[in-house]
């Protein structure tokens, strides 16, 4: 009976030891799962920084663009764009007044 104490002990043992390892395994794996899911969100976290810089300068370039033509459209043009001013005044006046 001894003998057979020992040996479950023996087992046991063995059991614990094969768990231990286990259990620094999947640690470790853990570890460098979490390294490279930080290097992964790091990385994306740049790009999405550039691709919002690229697009922050496309639309201000764009913006400054279309100001300047419509800056060239009225001084070309400035009796007309009086008139068309004037005549969206009186539209949107008779719309907001309407009953």
Known sequence: MDTRLQSEREHTQRAMEEAKAAARGAGEHLKSTAGEMIETGK?????????????????????????????????????????????????????????
């Open 43 to 99: 990385e994306t976290a740049r790009r999405f920084g550039t691709a919002w810089e690229s697009a922050k300068n496309n639309i201000q370039e764009k913006a400054a663009t279309s100001a300047k033509a419509t800056d060239r459209a009225i001084r070309d043009h400035p009796y007309e764009t009086i008139g068309i001013a004037f005549g969206l005044g009186v539209l949107i006046g008779v719309l907001i007044n309407r009953d």
